[in-house]
């Protein structure tokens, strides 16, 4: 079973999207028949089993294969890298990891991130070709096809940010990263650079979801209400 491969090799910090996923799917019960704009799904005797299938197999759309990820096994305690202890209540920005047009998520033509399943978030045209840090962090997922970064603010934030849609079929090509998995990086430094135009040639959209993959932990996710900005410019605000 794909859910049951990614829950056994799951990333630690992002263990919460496969069950984010299956909750959020368990509402595709409520479609009627030919209503439901989720396709593939067979909207007969639907159960949250073949719910979980389906948003397993965007879970792979969005991560592809690898033998890298994390080892962790149900046995072994769950570890918080690098995040430091804060007060019961805080706020903490997460800056614009590209300079571009910011776009609703809602609006993003993939149900996976419009959905919210993943999370809270925003998306953002990037008008150039470098992506970096929103905050200062630990790296703790690197897609092998590199075209998707997991990030954990010191504080606790993790943001997933994936360069464009269906780019996991690129399998890594105009992707060149400066980081790895464990490696801590500074706020605006430049963790990966892309081949924006390569990409749209290869018929693919570029616009980049930026997903707030543990928003239950937090009370509110703000988006800051504009239409461009630039990289290192306030993006979102968490409040716990």
Known sequence: MVWMYFWSHRSKPFQSILLCLCRAAGAVNNCKRNQCKIPFIHLGNLDWRGNCYYFSDYLIRIFGYGEDTAKQTDSEPAEQVGVVSQPDEYEEVVYSSLSGTVIPLSEVPDPVFSSGAMGEGIAIEPAD????????????????????????????????????????????????????EGDKFHQDEVLIEFNKEWIEKQGLKTVTPVIITNTQSFQEIISENTKKLLSNQKLITVVK
């Open 129 to 180: 070709n470098k992506l970096h840090g929103p905050f200062d962090g630990t790296a703790v997922m690197v897609a092998p096809t590199k075209h998707a970064i997991g990030l954990r603010s010191n504080n606790g934030v993790e943001v997933l940010v994936h360069i464009g849609l269906d780019t996991v079929k690129l399998e890594g090509k105009p992707f060149d990263l400066t980081v790895k």
